[in-house]
């Protein structure tokens, strides 16, 4: 059985390796996916051209590779940089935004799936569909709940001998074997243009900081959304004071408070 790890820990050898992450994702993310890797404490690039993609993979602690606003040009940046990734055993992250939607989201998916992600973070529709399973997604936005994607997120970890992520109102990570559920964050988090996404990118930062504990890097990138996410809403009256709020919260996190606020448990060993 995993055990609970020391966020704390996890937080301050992130904040003080201070990683580069290679964040390839979507024209709405990029703002503030910056933003939020920043303000936790890594360092983002958000390079995505054919040309220097691949080079500039192997210069970075982890790629992250977000196909939200996918095109034949993007899609060659991708597999450039997990090509180096994976030549140079660097940890890379695949968010699988919406890939059920139609054929050329689908196939794109599938083929870098097959390039072996060390982690998958996406939604529980997402993670449903992506293993096979039939889901009630429509667009970006889950129809299922993290609980009805548990079994999915279970078969991909052992299929894909990787790390997957299910995010929603409640959050579970499984390497196939051990699972975890972290609790926390808020009702608005959800109205934020691509806070999901940013996410994903945060997840490369501790995946980097940690790589031979990338089960525990991944619980740890989506605990501290979780405690931030709580902290910003009792500041915020709406989505957008709680956006400024909740960068203002990851910069704040110190690793005392994480550890202690930090609300996962064993989900369930199988």
Same mark, same amino acid.
């Given at each position: 059985?995993?055990?609970?790890?020391?966020?704390?820990?996890?937080?301050?050898?992130?904040?003080?390796?201070?990683?580069?992450?290679?964040?390839?994702?979507?024209?709405?993310?990029?703002?503030?996916?910056?933003?939020?890797?920043?303000?936790?404490?890594?360092?983002?690039?958000?390079?995505?051209?054919?040309?220097?993609?691949?080079?500039?993979?192997?210069?970075?602690?982890?790629?992250?590779?977000?196909?939200?606003?996918?095109?034949?040009?993007?899609?060659?940046?991708?597999?450039?940089?997990?090509?180096?990734?994976?030549?140079?055993?660097?940890?890379?992250?695949?968010?699988?935004?919406?890939?059920?939607?139609?054929?050329?989201?689908?196939?794109?998916?599938?083929?870098?799936?097959?390039?072996?992600?060390?982690?998958?973070? *996406?939604? /529980?529709?997402?993670? &449903? +569909?992506? %293993?096979?399973? !039939? @889901? $009630?997604?429509?667009?970006?936005?889950?129809?299922?709940?993290?609980?009805?994607?548990?079994?999915?997120?279970?078969?991909?970890?052992?299929?894909?001998?990787?790390?997957?992520?299910?995010?929603?109102?409640?959050?579970?990570?499984?390497?196939?074997?051990?699972?975890?559920?972290?609790?926390?964050?808020?009702?608005?988090?959800?109205?934020?243009?691509?806070? *999901?996404? /940013?996410?994903?990118? &945060? +997840?490369? %930062?501790?995946? !980097? @900081? $940690?790589?031979?504990?990338?089960?525990?890097?991944?619980?740890?990138?989506?605990?501290?959304?979780?405690?931030?996410?709580?902290?910003?809403?009792?500041?915020?009256?709406?989505?957008?004071?709680?956006?400024?709020?909740?960068?203002?919260?990851?910069?704040?996190?110190?690793?005392?408070?994480?550890?202690?606020?930090?609300?996962?448990?064993?989900?369930?060993?199988?």
């Amino acid at each position: 059985m995993k055990q609970r790890p020391d966020f704390g820990e996890m937080l301050a050898g992130m904040r003080a390796q201070k990683p580069l992450v290679h964040c390839i994702t979507n024209f709405v993310a990029m703002n503030i996916a910056a933003n939020v890797v920043l303000a936790a404490g890594a360092s983002p690039a958000m390079v995505h051209a054919p040309e220097e993609a691949g080079e500039f993979a192997g210069l970075c602690g982890a790629v992250t590779i977000n196909i939200g606003t996918l095109s034949p040009v993007l899609l060659q940046g991708m597999c450039a940089a997990v090509q180096t990734a994976n030549h140079n055993a660097i940890p890379w992250v695949l968010d699988p935004v919406a890939h059920f939607a139609i054929a050329y989201r689908r196939d794109a998916a599938q083929h870098l799936l097959s390039l072996k992600p060390a982690i998958i973070r *996406g939604n /529980a529709s997402e993670i &449903l +569909t992506l %293993a096979g399973f !039939a @889901a $009630h997604g429509q667009g970006a936005d889950s129809g299922d709940d993290a609980g009805a994607a548990y079994s999915a997120a279970v078969q991909l970890a052992r299929d894909q001998q990787c790390i997957v992520a299910v995010t929603g109102a409640y959050d579970l990570v499984t390497d196939g074997q051990a699972t975890m559920r972290i609790d926390g964050g808020s009702a608005l988090m959800p109205q934020i243009t691509a806070l *999901g996404c /940013a996410l994903t990118c &945060l +997840t490369g %930062a501790f995946a !980097a @900081a $940690h790589k031979t504990q990338l089960f525990e890097a991944t619980v740890a990138a989506l605990a501290m959304y979780a405690v931030a996410g709580a902290q910003a809403a009792h500041g915020a009256t709406g989505p957008a004071s709680f956006q400024v709020q909740f960068i203002d919260a990851l910069a704040a996190l110190t690793p005392a408070y994480f550890q202690s606020h930090a609300k996962v448990q064993c989900y369930e060993t199988v």
